[in-house]
Structures are given as C-alpha cells and as structure tokens.
C-alpha cells in the first residue's frame, strides 16, 4: 500500500464558533448570502470545468501563450468597463438616496441640508477665485509681451547706434586725408627752407664775426638758431 | 495511482481547506496553527508528509481547495520529494488550486540553482510561488495572511474572482536573465 514510507494525513482543526441555545450555530443574513456567493462561486468552477473540453483545438504552446494573454487582457478591459458602470450606477443611486432624504424633515435632512449649503457656497467661492486668478494671470501676460517688447526696441536701437559708430569714421576721413598730405609736403618744405635760411644767417654769424651778444635783438635771433637740428 | 480529484466532493459550507505538504514536517504545525486563527471562514487544514496520502484517509478527507506545497530550499530532498508529488495531482488542480511555499530562501548555504529550478517548475505550471520566513512567530504569521488570501479565492469566497484567475494575476514567472550567474 504505502510505497513511500510514513505518510501521515493529520488534521488540525480549532473549536467550532459558539453555538447558540439550540446548539445550531447561529448563521446572520450576511453570512448565509455569503455561503450563498460561495457556493454560486464553486458552481461556476465546476461548469467552467465541465465546458472544459468541448472547444478544443491543436495549436503550438507559443501561439497559445499569445492567445492566453490575449484573453487575459480582454477579460481586464471588460472587469473594468463592468466595474466602473456599477460605480456610475452607484452613484446614481446615492444621489437619489440624497434627494429623497433632502427632502423628508428630518434633523439629519437638516444637517445634510447645512452641508449641501456649504458646499455650494465653497463652490462659489473657488468661482469666484479662479476668475481672480484668470484675471491677474491675463495681466500678468500682458506685462510680459510688453517687456518682451521693450527688449526688442532697445536691441534694435543698440544695433543701429552700432552700425552709426562704425560707418561715421570712413567718410570723414576720406575726406581730409588729400588735405592733410598736401598739408604735411608743405610743412616739409617750409621746414627745408627755414633750415637753409637759418644755416645761412649762422654761417654769415661765424663769418664775420658779429658780435651778437650785445644787441638783444640780435642774440634772441642767434639764440633760436639752436632749436632746429642743424641738417646737411 | 490514485489521484486527488479537485472535484470529486462536494464542497463545505462556509469553509475552506488546505493540504500543506512538507517532506520535514518542521512548518507545517506553525503554520496551520496560524491559519486556523481566522475566524471569518472556517479552516480546515490538512497536513502531508508527501503524496500519495493514506487511503484510509480518504472518506474522511474533505474536498482539499488548495495543494500547498512547502519547500525548504536547504535540503534537496524536499524540492525532489515535492517534484515526485506532483503526479498524483489531478491536471484541475493546477488551475489556481496549487501554491508553492519556499523557507530559508535567505540561507547562505542554498546554491542558486536551487532556487532557479524552483522557479522554472512553478512559472512552467502556472501557480504563484511565496517565499516565507519561518524562525520568527511574525514570519509565520504574515505566510499564513498571504495564504489565506490565496486560499479564500480558491475556496470561493471572493466575489467575481475563480482561482483561476487569482492565479494568472499571482503566477510565478521567470526574469529573463535566469540563464545567466548571478552576483555570487
């Protein structure tokens, strides 16, 4: 019988709940809905399993791989339609459950009444400020695209002043500079002719031995003599 | 060879039961311990050193809603005597109606491939795999509250949900680098 040694198949199993007068266990109306759900739950499995063999088809395990996670995705998407359509309908009914009671006179229709006030007053509240904020969020856009504006100008204007500062000095110096070269050879040559002159007064100076100390007039003549270089 | 047939019974009302199968038999007591503490539903637990169970047994034996098979992954006879035990389990079970339990995953002395092996034999049947820790009574404690999850699904007692599907949602699967070494 026993092919693999020792198997022992003990049980572990505390007290059962506490039992009522009778000694039935006493069962409420939530439990036996849910013995209820548990026992719908178990039916469903042993169908699913029952159908189980019925659509069957060969395939290689990889395509089936696919197809199960194709399934399990499109069982996802329908559990949440499903779920968020009893939320939806639940809600529905909580609002009618409200709307009932609002308008019964009870004091918990007053307190849900006192709520409701408050919540519509908040709501108006955060109307109103978002309007405020709508407001001061217009003006400050406007700000912006002024001083974006103003930023603007003033680039095109430095632009401009440097192009002025860098075109003024062509112009003007094409224009004198024939003057200034003409002026410059005259200089030179006035220069020459100064120099000779003044060579010629020193050697008639030396030559005849003028005494140029005495005459004030004659020194202060003699004495410039010295600023030019004395040239070859 | 007789089989364990998920559906051979019928089930029990406002209860669940669960076979915890352990070749040491060292976590098994604690943990059933700690799994009928649950007052919402009544709990059974069944414990097995290893399949196949005593035949005796078998008018007593309530319909079993969960396998769970625990093994310690220091010794290696554990994993190979839970690899034996799967053949006499009927192919419905493994549709959400079996668990694997590892301990000692954190024990220096478990080489990789052990745990590697236990991975791929629970991804390749499509069941979850939890990892318990039993030294502590806070460790046992948390097992049984994951089990139980497991168990009140596979027992039905959760609205919209078959074991079934509890299973695709907490199956084991694979990390794509399992065939290469690990840090150690």
């Known amino acids: 019988m026993d092919s693999s040694g020792e198997d022992i198949n003990d049980m572990v199993k505390k007290d059962d709940a506490p039992k009522g007068p009778s000694g039935q266990k006493e069962t409420s109306t ?56 009893t939320l939806a309908l ?49 003006e400050i856009t406007e700000l912006q695209k002024k001083r974006l504006e103003m930023k603007r100008l003033t680039h095109e204007k430095m632009k401009e002043m440097e192009d002025l500062m860098s075109r003024k000095e062509h112009p003007d110096t094409e224009k004198y500079k024939a003057a200034l070269e003409k002026g410059q050879t005259n200089l030179e040559k006035y220069k020459k002719m100064s120099i000779m002159a003044q060579n010629v007064l020193r050697g008639l100076l030396l030559a005849c031995k003028i005494n140029w100390l005495d005459d004030p007039k004659l020194r202060h003549v003699a004495m410039t003599l010295e600023e030019f270089p004395i040239t070859d | 060879m007789s089989r364990l047939n998920p559906f051979a019974k019928l089930p029990g009302l406002n209860t669940a039961s669960v076979l915890l199968v352990e070749s040491e038999e060292h976590f098994q007591q604690s943990l059933a311990e700690a799994l009928v503490e649950e007052t919402s539903v009544t709990v059974n637990v069944r414990l097995a050193k290893s399949f196949p ?56 002395s478990v080489p990789a491939e052990r745990l590697d092996a236990v991975r791929r034999l629970a991804a390749s049947l499509h069941c979850p795999l939890l990892f318990a820790e039993e030294q502590t009574p806070q460790g046992v404690t948390n097992a049984a509250e994951r089990l139980l999850t497991i168990l009140k699904a596979a027992a039905g007692f959760v609205p919209f949900t078959t074991p079934l599907y509890l299973s695709n949602l907490t199956r084991c699967t694979l990390p794509p680098d399992i065939d290469q070494p690990s840090f150690d």
């Open chain 2, 53 to 108: 169970l005593p035949i005796e047994n078998d008018e007593s034996r309530p319909r079993i809603d969960l396998v769970v098979f625990i093994i310690n992954l220091t010794s290696e006879l554990s994993f190979q005597s839970a690899e034996a035990s799967l053949k006499y389990l009927e192919p419905g079970y493994f549709l959400g109606k079996v668990c694997f339990m590892v301990t000692n995953a954190r024990s220096s």
């Open chain 1, 90 to 138: 639940h809600r529905m009914q909580m609002w009618h459950a409200m709307e009932e009671k609002i308008k019964t006179n009870d004091p918990e229709a007053d307190a849900l009444r006192a709520v409701n006030q408050r919540c519509m007053a908040l709501c108006c509240r955060i109307k109103q400020i978002q309007q405020e904020t709508r407001l001061l969020q217009d």
């Open chain 1, 30 to 85: 939530a439990d036996m809905l849910r013995i209820k759900q548990q026992m719908s739950n178990q039916c469903f499995e042993m169908e699913v399993h029952l159908n189980a063999g019925k659509n069957r088809r060969s395939c290689s395990t990889s395509e089936a791989e696919r197809d199960y996670s194709d399934h399990i995705s499109e069982l996802e998407r329908v559990k949440t339609l499903r779920f968020n359509q």
